[in-house]
């Protein structure tokens, strides 16, 4: 591994490396150990979570080192220098029509994808649901057991280098519609309802207590948020601006909301 992250440096700074076999074997091989989920973008450690750039840089390599090309998929055609990801079957992950995974994203076991799309680098843990339209962008880490519902956008990220992944972290519920981008990191168990947008400039807020807390591009684990409006003064007037609000601990009646899709698993019920 030390070798290929010289390597990959190497062409990092000098593009004309990227000619060479060596330079493309070593980014070949980067991608298929994403895709095989032996290594990840991001993973956790003891303080949190750790970054890895020299991988997001060979995935910004692999780009120039392709040419496009045409994929049939049945009467689907598509023209891209990205494979697209295979072998669902012996995974274990199932796989509804119109459902696209590009090469170098990892799925685990017991995945579900509904109609969606995941990019290269990305991270998604096991029986975790991507339901219908929901983006997985490049690079970000979803974890076990997530939920992400209809219509989700996780945010992806390549440039800048020093720029974080999204993080959703083991049994999160991302309710319809919430947008998640610019390196947010969503807490175990957390439950975002729907509609909630997370950047790395919106204001979150504890309001579950007497006193007002707030934190930034984070949600603690096991919070219930709700999107929320702040107002804010701009030369032509005050506006009010989304922000989201942190309205309590997750529950035992939230859990059983939220279940939904491990029951019908266990009935062996179709969704």
Known sequence: MKELKVQIEDAWDNRDLLRTPATSAAINKVIELL???????SEP??????????????????????????????????????????GYAEKGIRVVPHAVARYGA????DVILMPSYINIGAYVGARTMVDTWATVGSCAQIGSDVHLSGGVGIGGVLEPLQASPVIIEDGAFIGSRCIIVEGVRVGKEAVLGANVVLTSSTKI???????????????????????????????????HVPCALIIGKRKKSTNLKTSLNEALRNYSMDI
Do not use: C
């Open 35 to 41: 895709d095989s989920g032996e290594i990840r973008v």
């Open 45 to 86: 450690n003891k303080t949190g979570w750790k970054v890895n750039e020299w991988i997001k840089k060979a995935v910004v390599l692999y780009f120039p080192i392709r040419e496009l090309k045409t994929q049939e998929a049945g009467p689907m055609e598509f023209h891209d220098k990205l494979e697209l990801k295979t």
């Open 106 to 109: 990892f799925i685990d076991r």
């Open 205 to 239: 807020f504890d309001v579950s207590g007497e006193k007002q807390i707030e934190f930034k591009a984070e949600i603690p684990p096991r919070s219930v948020v709700i999107p929320g409006s702040i107002p804010k003064e701009f030369p032509s007037g005050e506006f």
